[in-house]
């Protein structure tokens, strides 16, 4: 993944026995080239996780069974697995999918809608300002999909207590605790894996996208 350095550029310029005539322009128009890449590279990402989340759904709606260890965990608590708990498991784990599904769809969008605008921009104001609410999106995509899997665990959480309050089963406290202590667990090790993966993959395209920006508004403080 080539990476533009303005001050790495200009030393090189200047120890050229011929220099060649580059302006703030040609400077621009490089970083502009450069900045599309990265945008580029988040969008086909994006891309790539929304058709494995879909091909996911469909694997598992049609060929697998995604609600069998939950149903494991619930029948140790001593829940009833009876015909119609099954189908709400199976309705609300579709929903979430779906929710998912969604949300992954709509930035994959979102991150379109950037590109393509970064993409024909040609005033160096309007782009700074582009590559910044860019930025902003990315960043709001990690925060949603973290705040996705909390919500989720949430959901199960609650929903797990009410059909036990429903169906009238007691849990000792070591069983309760274990169950909290594991759904706690199960929320921390998801949050910190995603956050990791968007942190390596993503944060290391906007690192190279920021350092373009600040090299875009040296030239705008220049001009």
């Known amino acids: 993944m080539p990476e533009f350095d303005l001050d790495n550029f200009k030393k090189t310029w200047q120890q050229e026995p011929v220099r060649p005539k580059y302006d703030s322009k040609d400077i621009e128009s490089m970083l502009n080239k450069s900045s599309r890449n990265y945008v580029k590279y988040i969008l086909w990402i994006s891309l790539a996780e929304f058709i494995i989340i879909l091909l996911a759904n469909m694997y598992y709606s049609f ?7 939950l149903m494991s965990v619930l029948g140790k608590l001593g829940i009833d697995h009876s015909e119609g708990f099954e189908t709400t498991i199976s309705h609300l784990y579709f929903v979430l999918k779906m929710v998912s599904l969604a949300l992954t769809g709509i930035f994959v969008y979102l991150f379109y809608q950037n590109y393509r605008k970064i993409k024909i921009e040609s005033n160096l104001k309007k782009l700074i300002l582009q590559i910044i609410k860019f930025k902003k999106t990315v960043q709001l995509f990690i925060v949603a999909n973290i705040g996705l899997v909390i919500l989720f665990t949430l959901i199960l959480g609650v929903f797990t207590i009410t059909v036990l309050v429903e169906q009238n089963v007691e849990l000792t406290n070591p069983t309760l605790t ?5 759904l706690i667990l199960t929320m921390g090790i998801s949050v910190v894996l995603i956050w990791i993966y968007y942190r390596i993959v ?3 395209i906007l690192r190279r996208l920021g350092k373009n920006l600040k090299q875009l508004q040296n030239i705008e403080e220049e001009n």
């Open 202 to 204: 993503y944060g290391f």
């Open 178 to 182: 274990g169950f909290i202590t594991g």
């Open 63 to 69: 060929l697998g069974d995604d609600t069998s260890d």
